[in-house]
Nanobody
């Protein structure tokens, strides 16, 4: 059974940091490109960041460039999202996904998704 389990969310003040984790099982993690998405209440799902299977290619959404860092550890079947200088507009449920890069664009393929972890940025 394929599983993607996000963790690390919570309440943080503006300017603070959080590190999200996505622990996976049931598929060959090292063979898949991976991505993070988020969805705020009442809004469409938004692309956050993606990383290629070997970690050599990363891409970020414009709203998080320079603040968030995506990484992965293929030995632990885990992907991470380091979020720095958080802003209230970063408040959302964050989801990890196993998709694929098409050139420099990440396609989630609507294949495998986690259940999400909630991030709230508020003073």
């Amino acid at each position: 059974e394929v599983q993607l389990v996000e963790s690390g969310g919570g309440l943080v003040q503006p300017g603070g940091s959080l590190r999200l984790s996505c622990v996976t099982s049931g598929f060959m993690f090292s063979g898949y490109d991976m991505g993070w998405f988020r969805q705020a209440p009442g809004k469409e799902r938004e692309f956050v960041a993606a990383i290629s299977w070997g970690g050599g290619q990363t891409v970020y959404g414009d709203s998080v460039k320079g603040r968030f860092i995506i990484s992965r550890n293929n030995n632990k079947d885990t992907m991470y999202l380091q979020m720095n200088n958080l802003k209230p507009e970063d408040t959302a449920v964050y989801y990890c996904n196993a998709g694929t890069f098409i050139g420099t664009t990440y396609d989630p393929r609507d294949r495998w998704w986690g259940q999400g972890t909630s991030v709230t940025v508020s003073s």
